[in-house]
């Protein structure tokens, strides 16, 4: 069962501009995931966060977490052709390590 | 570099077949799952093991089964293969504990015909 939804399902942007992704789920988490993955291949750890945190930056990567809103949002700032690829968000419930559910995806394509 | 290592990137196999998918990781972790992702479905978890010997099923377990033996394998098993098992077939382990990302493979496109 899917525990989190991405918005938007799919992002035409172009290089430089920045590029907003959301993930809303249903239940109480431990932590937040975000992965990337290039057409065709597998899934790429970006990023984590915690459900006490609120915000979290890695390189040109920046991620929010709204626990009353269940709710987070991923950032991609000067986006570039490269960073094409579909998101996805996952969460982690209990905290054990070996129940991620991750959500649909979001498509995106930055153009040069 | 740390990885997790799938057998085949593609896969072509005849209704009724039995299949075998192979993973391998060499990170020492605890856990390991076997997804397959299909457009507009997402990623849908299929089994997960936690230990050696051990196994779960996930939210899609029908027509498959695993086995880990040891460790850093982790086997799907299609007993008879069937036209709408082809999808893509994602690996992936993590360490024991929450806290810590997934570490994929590259996946294994398998086709049915």
């Known amino acids: 069962s899917q525990q989190g939804e991405e918005d938007p399902q799919a992002l035409s942007i172009q290089e430089g501009e920045n590029a907003t992704m959301n993930c809303s789920y249903k239940?109480?988490?431990?932590?937040l995931q975000w992965y990337r993955q290039n057409s065709g291949r597998g899934l790429v750890h970006l990023i984590l966060?915690?459900?006490?945190?609120r915000e979290k930056h890695s390189g040109r990567l920046r991620v929010t977490l709204d626990t009353s809103k269940k709710s987070s949002s991923l950032l991609i700032t000067a986006s570039r052709a490269a960073d094409t690829a579909s998101y996805f968000c996952?969460?982690?419930?209990?905290?054990?390590?070996?129940?991620?559910?991750f959500g649909g995806g979001t498509r995106l394509m930055v153009k040069p | 570099d740390v990885k997790v290592t799938q057998s085949s990137r593609y896969l072509v196999k005849r209704t009724g077949e039995k299949v075998f998918l192979e993973c391998v990781q060499d990170?020492?972790?605890?856990?390991m799952f076997w997804y397959r992702q299909d457009p507009g479905l997402g990623l849908r978890l299929i089994y997960f093991?936690?230990?050696?010997?051990?196994?779960e099923k996930g939210d899609i377990p029908e027509g498959y089964s695993v086995s880990r033996e040891k460790k850093e394998r982790f086997s799907l098993i299609l007993e008879s293969a069937s036209t709408n098992q082809t999808s893509m077939y994602l690996c992936?382990?993590?360490?024991?504990?929450?806290?810590?990302?997934?570490?994929f493979g590259s996946g294994t496109r398998l086709t049915v015909v």
């Open positions: 992936a382990s993590s360490g024991g504990g929450g806290g810590y990302g997934y570490t």
């Open positions: 239940t109480s988490i431990n932590n």
């Open positions: 966060i915690r459900s006490n945190e």
């Open positions: 996952a969460t982690d419930a209990n905290n054990a390590g070996n129940m991620l559910t």
């Open positions: 990170m020492d972790h605890e856990n």
């Open positions: 093991s936690y230990d050696v010997k051990m196994k």
